[in-house]
T-cell receptor
Framework: GAVVSQHPSWVICKSGTSVKIECRSL??????MFWYRQFPKQSLMLMAT?????????EQGVEKDKFLINHASLTLSTLTVTSAHPEDSSFYIC?????????????FGPGTRLTVL | KQEVTQIPAALSVPEGENLVLNCSFT??????LQWFRQDPGKGLTSLLL?????REQTSGRLNASLDKSSGRSTLYIAASQPGDSATYLC????????????FGSGTRLQVQP
């Protein structure tokens, strides 16, 4: 149990285009999902916290108009990178916190590698 | 602001050695601490989770300890194998407020056959 999927696993796009990444909790409901970004040989940095039915909370320095987050259901959160540029190339990982649990554990997706040409 | 540091940044050992990875955090008001493994280009695999009230957790050849008051955790790997080669990440969750994890920069481990 507690499986989180991400789609796509990798994507290559041209500069200026928008890319949508999906994060799904497959066998549980998640009221909260988190989006992290990881640059090569660096650790994961939190981008935003996504709460079902409400606006996402963005970390300082993360542009909310560039990284659009939608958490429309208890099993799906999406991250849209708008007008992507080469500096947005990174590994994006989501995690989900099961509904009704304490703060005990988050479950991570396998990540999406974005390359912007 | 919580900061998590991992030492060493990289480690290369011969197969069979026992080794210790270190993690320190600046704010001791944590809810729990988690160790992950990450293979190149892949997502995270959770290894061990220690609640703030616990001192250690064990899983197979892995043992993680937590000294909350001093802001330290160690991951002990016994009898290392080439398959253990990966990056090991330490992450903490705060006791109040933010529920997201704060990650260290990781230790890249290479076990030589």
């Amino acid at each position: 149990g507690a499986v989180v999927s991400q789609h796509p696993s990798w994507v290559i796009c041209k500069s200026g285009t928008s890319v949508k990444i999906e994060c799904r909790s497959l066998d549980f409901q998640a009221t909260t999902m988190f989006w992290y970004r990881q640059f090569p040989k660096q650790s994961l940095m939190l981008m935003a916290t996504s709460n079902e039915g409400s606006k996402a909370t963005y970390e300082q320095g993360v542009e909310k108009d560039k990284f659009l987050i939608n958490h429309a259901s208890l099993t799906l959160s999406t991250l849209t990178v708008t007008s992507a540029h080469p500096e947005d190339s990174s590994f994006y990982i989501c995690s989900a916190m099961p509904r009704g649990f304490s703060y005990n554990e988050q479950f991570f997706g396998p990540g999406t590698r974005l390359t912007v040409l | 602001k919580q900061e998590v540091t991992q030492i060493p940044a990289a480690l290369s050992v011969p197969e069979g050695e026992n080794l210790v990875l270190n993690c320190s955090f600046t704010d001791s008001a944590i809810y729990n601490l988690q160790w992950f493994r990450q293979d190149p280009g892949k997502g995270l695999t959770s290894l061990l989770l220690i609640q703030s009230s616990q001192r250690e957790q064990t899983s197979g050849r892995l043992n993680a300890s937590l000294d909350k008051s001093s802001g330290r955790s160690t991951l002990y790997i016994a009898a290392s194998q080439p398959g253990d080669s990966a990056t090991y990440l330490c992450a903490v969750r705060m006791d109040t407020g933010r529920r997201a994890l704060t990650f260290g920069s990781g230790t890249r481990l290479q076990v030589q056959p």
